[in-house]
């Protein structure tokens, strides 16, 4: 598994806050740089070039002419950092419940009839053959033939590819659909390293290396996965923090059952209290 995937699971809050700084810093100099001269906050020496100042590490607005400057300043601008690290912070955690709360983004439609897909996963399936999603009503309707008799369904409903006859035939179609970046194929591929299905041998690392991947090709239940393993120790180290962040992931992209996580592990945080 990736270093830079644990790197981001455990981006902290001061993270946040300094990107939330930077995003406002950013806003309020969009300026023509020609017109603007650059000074001290200590010393008041005009500077020639940004690129030549220290900035405050904490709230980024504050530049010094050098590090003398702006240890000698700091006492003077503490109070100001510290309020600005404040509302940076409330800012932040607004930004972050809007973007968690906000209406899930809608399911596509059925490709065979064209209605709104279940939400639930128990109410579609996922075909390796053509990479297609299809509503379980699809899915176990009956086929008939030019007679009107029902006929054999062992086919995919969209298609009429047959089944897969053998664990090396799953195995070929789950590759062949990943070299396309088909993200439902990686996460199913994930979930058989994980359980040790269809001919693969169970490896949970196999398995987090891929649901990362399909998470970042747009398949929000991947990171749902992701959170449980890390919450529940399953193939890794309990990390609840870290399990925690991965349902947020996945609930940002409308993952329902993330959502329901998170608010279990509300309950269960305030049960404590």
């Given at each position: 598994?990736?270093?830079?995937?644990n790197?981001?699971?455990?981006k902290?809050?001061?993270d946040?806050?300094?990107?939330v700084?930077?995003?406002?810093?950013?806003?309020?100099?969009?300026?023509?740089?020609?017109?603007?001269?650059l000074?001290?906050?200590?010393?008041?020496?005009?500077?020639?070039?940004?690129?030549?100042?220290?900035?405050?590490?904490?709230?980024?607005?504050?530049?010094?002419?050098?590090a003398?400057?702006?240890?000698?300043?700091?006492?003077?601008h503490?109070?100001?950092?510290?309020?600005?690290?404040?509302?940076?912070?409330?800012?932040?955690?607004?930004?972050?419940?809007?973007?968690?709360?906000?209406?899930?983004?809608?399911?596509?439609?059925?490709?065979?009839?064209?209605l709104?897909?279940?939400?639930?996963?128990?109410g579609r399936?996922?075909?390796?053959?053509?990479?297609?999603?299809?509503?379980?009503?699809?899915?176990?309707?009956?086929?008939?033939?030019?007679q009107?008799?029902?006929?054999?369904?062992?086919?995919?409903?969209?298609?009429?590819?047959p089944?897969?006859?053998?664990d090396?035939e799953?195995v070929?179609?789950?590759?062949?659909?990943?070299?396309?970046?088909?993200a439902y194929?990686?996460?199913?591929?994930?979930?058989c390293y994980?359980?040790?299905?269809d001919g693969?041998?169970?490896?949970?690392?196999?398995?987090?290396?891929?649901?990362h991947?399909a998470?970042?090709?747009?398949?929000?239940?991947?990171y749902?996965d992701?959170?449980?393993?890390?919450?529940?120790?399953?193939?890794?180290?309990?990390?609840?923090?870290?399990g925690?962040?991965?349902?947020?992931?996945?609930?940002?992209?409308?993952d329902a059952?993330?959502?329901n996580?998170?608010?279990?592990?509300?309950?269960a945080?305030?049960?404590?209290?």
């Open positions: 598994m990736s270093n830079s995937c790197d981001s699971a455990s902290s809050n001061n946040d806050v300094c990107d700084n930077e995003m406002l810093n950013n806003m309020s100099t969009a300026y023509d740089k020609d017109m603007v001269v000074v001290c906050a200590n010393c008041g020496k005009e500077v020639s070039s940004d690129d030549n100042m220290n900035t405050c590490n904490k709230c980024k607005l504050v530049k010094y002419c050098n003398a400057c702006k240890k000698k300043h700091r006492h003077k503490k109070k100001d950092c510290e309020e600005h690290i404040r509302l940076a912070s409330e800012h932040a955690a607004r930004l972050h419940d809007i973007e968690l709360f906000k209406q899930p983004p809608p399911k596509e439609d059925c490709p065979i009839c064209f709104r897909m279940p939400t639930l996963a128990s399936r996922y075909y390796n053959c053509c990479g297609k999603v299809i509503c379980s009503g699809c899915c176990y309707a009956p086929v008939y033939d030019d009107g008799n029902e006929v054999d369904n062992q086919k995919c409903p969209y298609c009429r590819t089944w897969p006859s053998s090396e799953v070929r179609r789950y590759k062949n659909r990943m070299k396309l970046n088909d194929a990686t996460y199913d591929l994930g979930c994980r359980d040790g299905d693969y041998r169970q490896d949970y690392d196999k398995a987090l290396e891929l649901w991947r998470g970042e090709l747009g398949y929000a239940k991947a749902n992701i959170g449980f393993a890390y919450y529940n120790g399953r193939g890794v180290e309990v990390d609840e923090n870290r925690t962040f991965y349902w947020e992931l996945s609930a940002m992209g409308g059952t993330a959502r996580n998170l608010q279990e592990v509300e309950e945080q305030k049960a404590k209290t």
